[in-house]
């Protein structure tokens, strides 16, 4: 079994930044890719960012390219994501998942563990 628990969400003017994190414990030398989803109240989960362990390929949805940035320290199985000018359209849960494949995936059905999410809000 793996274990995801997310941290560093909260209440942020728009314009600011957040960073959060992705701790991995568990059988966390199975995981292989990883990736940040998030869902907004009335709407379905969507893909954010992700990254694979081994190389560190980063892959992101166009609505977050260059403003988050998704990482990886292996050594402390830990996985971030630095958000920086948040628009009020980022409010969400923001949920960690990770997949025992290399690839990462952008649907949620393709990840086999997840994070209980941790709640960002972006006021205007």
């Known amino acids: 079994q793996v274990q995801l628990v997310e941290s560093g969400g909260g209440l942020v003017q728009a314009g600011g930044s957040l960073r959060l994190s992705c701790a991995v414990s568990g059988r966390a030398f199975s995981v292989y890719a990883m990736g940040w989803f998030r869902q907004a109240p009335g709407k379905e989960r969507e893909f954010v960012a992700g990254i694979t362990w081994i190389g560190g390929r980063t892959y992101y949805a166009d609505s977050v390219k260059g403003r988050f940035t998704i990482s990886r320290d292996n050594a402390k199985n830990t996985v971030y994501l630095q958000m920086n000018r948040l628009e009020p359209e980022d409010t969400a849960g923001y949920y960690c998942?990770?997949?025992?494949?290399?690839?990462?995936?952008?649907?949620?059905?393709?990840?086999?563990?997840w994070g209980q999410g941790t709640q960002v809000a972006v006021s205007s």
């Open positions: 998942a990770a997949r025992r494949t290399g690839v990462v995936a952008t649907t949620t059905n393709e990840y086999d563990y």
